[in-house]
Structure formats: C-alpha cells, structure tokens
C-alpha cells in the first residue's frame, strides 16, 4: 500500500472531483466528511468517511478540499493532529498568504491549483471539449508553490497535484506571492469581472431589442477571435477602427491607475475581503 492520503472535505464538489481522479491510484485514501449531503456522495461511490481523529494521524499527506472561507478554521484542527513530516496540501493560495496555517515547523505546507483547459486546445472528443472545469477528460496545467518544506517534499506535492487533477499536460512551479497574484487577481479580480461585464454587455444589447440568440451568436465568436488577436494565436491585428473603439471603451469605462490591483497590498486586500465578506460592504 502506498502512502496514506486523508481528504478533508472528501464529499464537496472538490473534494469528490479528487476521490474520483485517486480512486485507481496507489494511494491508501481516508475521506473525511461531516456533512450529510458529503457522506450521502461518498456512500453513492461506495466509500464510508474516517473521522478526522482517525485519519489525519496516519496520514503522509493531508488534502484541504474544503471552502477558502474555512481554511483557516479547519487547518488549526487539522494540522496539530499532523504526524511528524507529514504535508498538507492546500487548492488556493488564500489562507496560506493571509497567514491562516497553524505554526508547524516540521511538516510541509504546498499549494496547488488548476490553470483550467485553455480556450485554445487540441481536444477532439466532445467529452473532452465540454470538460471545462478539467480533471475529467480535458487536459490542463497546474501551478504549484512550496510553502514550508523541501525540495522532496515539492516533489511529493507535485506529483499528488498531477494525479488529482489528471490530465495534467504542464506543470509551473510559482512562489506564494505569485499565485496569489494569478488568482484572485488576474483571474478572478480583473478576468472574471471582465467576463462578467461582457455577458451584462449581451443582456444590455437583448434588452434595447437586439435578439437573444442573435446577440449570442455575435458577442460568442467575436470573444473566440478577440482572444486570439490578443494573445496570438490568431497572426494578425484588430482593425484601425476596433483599436479606436478599444481605447475609447478604455477610457469610458477603465480607471487609469487599475494596475494598482497588483500591488502586493492591495492583493492582500482582496484576499482579506474574500474571505470576509462583510469588509467588502462594511455598515455601521
């Protein structure tokens, strides 16, 4: 038997998307789940959870697939239970920036999350291509950040991140600091609201009369060639007239100094907000 893995949160929507990906592998899993609904999707796959007590002291490596917001709270139960060299591996940088993981000095602390497969792919299956979260049957990469440890604890980190979110065509090895910029901020921060603001942009067009399905179509595969001018996949430029009217989107609606959102202080602001919401819109 392999090395003994526990999966905090093993019944969650993440937590179930792992299981999945370890079930073959060569790993001893302990699912760890409280929740009624989490135990009913463990016991629908034919897994019965280990209380916590029981699993984390085996464990050589303990998986965190539970809610950022929570983090926090459930490392400090987690982590003092941790035997001696044993590596907790979190799926965000968030807790881990914020300082949240309990001070032990001799385990390891690795982060790793999933780049998502990207718009432009080699996929031919209609599985595959309808895979976009990934981890089923589209192939992403990964980034990887060491926290607290060695290299072979890295090493280990690693290939535990490869095999839980299989297929796995690249893997980055990044700092914490860097992840945390990757998300939340290019990708949650500024892409996400950007996406966001693209469909609110459709809804605007639906609304002034323009045909739903038309306004789809349209705004669908004007993104499928916006992104490949942008990030070169495509060969060639936007037109004189689309750079006019880029800038003059830019200006109307972009403030000047937004790249002040990757200031390292304001990276932990928005940190600090995700995971209390309640600073984001304060009363009183």
């Known amino acids: ?5 526990a999966l905090i949160g093993a019944g969650g929507k993440m937590g179930c998307r792992i299981a999945d990906n370890l079930k073959a592998s060569a790993y001893d899993m302990k699912y760890v789940e409280t929740g009624e609904r989490g135990i009913a999707q463990l016991a629908q796959r034919g897994w019965v959870p280990t209380a916590q007590e029981e699993a984390v002291p085996e464990a050589d490596i303990v998986i965190m697939a539970v809610p950022d917001i929570r983090i926090g709270a459930v490392a400090a139960s987690v982590a003092p239970l941790m035997k001696s060299g044993a590596m907790m591996i979190l799926l965000d940088p968030a807790a881990a920036y914020l300082n949240q993981l309990p001070d032990r000095a001799d385990v390891a602390y690795f982060v790793s999350h999933p780049c998502h497969p990207p718009v432009f792919n080699d996929e031919t299956s209609p599985e595959a291509r309808r895979d976009y979260f990934g981890g089923v049957k589209a192939k992403q990469a990964i980034v990887c950040a060491l926290v607290q440890g060695g290299d072979a604890a890295y090493a280990t980190g690693e290939a535990m991140a490869k095999e839980m979110f299989a297929p796995v065509f690249r893997s980055h090895r990044i700092t914490l600091e860097q992840m945390a910029i990757l998300e939340p901020t290019m990708a949650e921060t500024v892409s996400s609201m950007l996406a966001t603001l693209m469909r609110e942009a459709m809804d605007e067009a639906v609304n002034r009369g323009v045909p739903y399905e038309a306004a789809r179509d349209f705004m669908l595969g004007h993104v499928h060639i916006q992104l490949a001018i942008v990030f070169g996949e495509a060969g060639n430029p936007f037109s004189d007239a689309c750079k006019i009217a880029i ?3 830019k200006r109307f609606m972009i403030q000047p100094d ?13 940190i600090d907000v995700m995971l209390h919401p309640e600073k984001l819109n304060p009363t009183g």
């Open 247 to 249: 800038e003059y989107g």
């Open 1 to 5: 038997m392999g090395k003994v893995v």
């Open 258 to 270: 937004w790249r002040r959102l990757f200031e390292p202080s304001s990276v932990y602001e928005q």
